[in-house]
Nanobody, 124 residues
Framework: QVQLVESGGGLVQAGGSLRLSCAAS????????MGWFRQAPGKEREFVSR????????YYADSVKGRFTISRDNAKNTVYLQMNSLKPEDTAVYYC?????????????????WGQGTQVTVSS
């Protein structure tokens, strides 16, 4: 079992930055690829980014490529999402999720464990 707790959300003006963190419990954090997803009101949960178990491979949705950076620190059982040049359309609840498989997944249903989410609001 993996428990995930996100933090770092908040209110920021367009063009600003935020850094989200996701702390994982358990001793098998490095056995999971980690993903970030987001869900805006009235919309489906969508893939944002994914990092492999070692941190050596990263993947991004086209909408955030070049602005967001995912990373992980396996010694601290934590995954991060650095978000720069934020836009109002980035406003959503952001979730981190753990995937025990090695195939790259962008579908939420393929992730086994989820955090409770953290709100990001970008004002124009």
């Amino acid at each position: 079992q993996v428990q995930l707790v996100e933090s770092g959300g908040g209110l920021v003006q367009a063009g600003g930055s935020l850094r989200l963190s996701c702390a994982a419990s358990g001793r098998t954090f490095s056995s999971y690829a980690m993903g970030w997803f987001r869900q805006a009101p009235g919309k489906e949960r969508e893939f944002v980014s994914r990092v492999s178990r070692s941190g050596g491979s990263t993947y991004y949705a086209d909408s955030v490529k070049g602005r967001f950076t995912i990373s992980r620190d396996n010694a601290k059982n934590t995954v991060y999402l650095q978000m720069n040049s934020l836009k109002p359309e980035d406003t959503a609840v952001y979730y981190c999720a753990a995937d025990g498989g090695i195939v790259v997944h962008t579908t939420p249903t393929r992730y086994e464990y989820w955090g409770q989410g953290t709100q990001v609001t970008v004002s124009s």
